[in-house]
């Protein structure tokens, strides 16, 4: 390895490390011209193309850097952008479940990488739900948490997937537990509030929104629920469903549960 190779492998890391992404270029193509089997360099130039928009170009260095190194996770998550970007959804999540099964086997992916995993997931997941394909989008969400286990926020959409597939049992289940994970993530005490009245649990369900409001008493959609519960001759669960759908409350940030946590 020569010192001229040595000076651009440096300069082109260092300058794509702080996002100079024109200045590492050149450098990193001079460093292919001597060696093409370097992935990282294959991943950096593939993400400067996608940068600039030549989907074509990027989607082949980030093959090569695949090909040179398979457990990439970086680049398995660049590339499967890309696929999505030209419309290649299936090689795209051929991709992320390539990924998947490393994760869920212990392969070295860091936090931050199962986030983004979970992530590309749960969107998939959330194109599924617009169409009203609910077991495709319940499998989608499942996939995320077989990730990230422990994001209540995933657990809820997946539980009120799991609702409109009339699964009131299971969505219960998954909303419990997402209630254990994070005690005061308050859209899954709500939601878990309508499953139960829908199960006709009306007394369970007053709890669970009552719960909801103790941790934030302005929560418009618990306040509704609980005026409706007081209604006579009761509540029906059509009235709370159609509360679900002009309140807003589940229209939840999934890229991370960090949010859900403070």
């Known amino acids: 390895m020569s010192d001229v190779f040595k000076q651009h492998l440096s300069l082109g890391r260092d300058l794509y490390a702080r996002n100079d992404l024109a200045g590492a270029e050149p450098h990193l193509r001079a460093v292919l ?3 093409d089997d370097m992935a990282d360099v294959h991943h950096m130039l ?53 990924i998947s099964r490393r994760a869920r ?21 959330r194109a599924y739900e617009e ?26 959409r997946l539980a009120l997937c799991l609702r409109s597939n009339q699964d009131l049992d299971q969505a219960r289940s998954e909303l419990e537990i997402a209630v254990t994970i994070n005690p005061r993530y308050v859209p899954a005490r709500v939601a878990l509030g309508s499953v139960l009245l829908s199960l006709g649990l009306r007394d369970e369900a007053g709890v669970a929104w009552r719960e909801a409001l103790g941790i934030e008493p302005a929560n418009r959609p618990a306040q509704a629920f ?7 001759p009761g509540a029906s669960p059509e009235r709370v469903a159609a509360v679900d759908a ?17």
């Open 33 to 35: 011209a001597e060696r």
């Open 46 to 98: 593939g993400v400067i193309h996608h940068d600039r928009g030549e989907l074509a170009a990027a989607k082949a260095q980030l093959e090569r850097a695949l090909s040179l190194n398979p457990d990439y996770t970086e680049a398995a998550l660049s590339l499967s952008i890309v696929c999505n970007e030209l419309g290649a959804y299936a090689q795209g999540r051929d991709v992320v479940g390539d």
């Open 105 to 125: 086997t212990g392969n070295r992916i860091d936090p931050y990488v199962r986030g983004k995993l979970a992530n590309l997931h749960a969107e998939v997941a």
């Open 131 to 156: 169409l009203r394909l609910w077991p495709e989008a319940i499998d989608e969400y499942r996939r995320a948490l077989d990730v990230c286990p422990d994001y209540a926020d995933l657990r809820t």
């Open 226 to 232: 609980l005026r409706i519960l007081a209604e006579k």
């Open 246 to 262: 002009d309140s807003g409350e589940f229209s939840i940030e999934v890229l991370t549960d960090e949010l859900a946590k403070e």
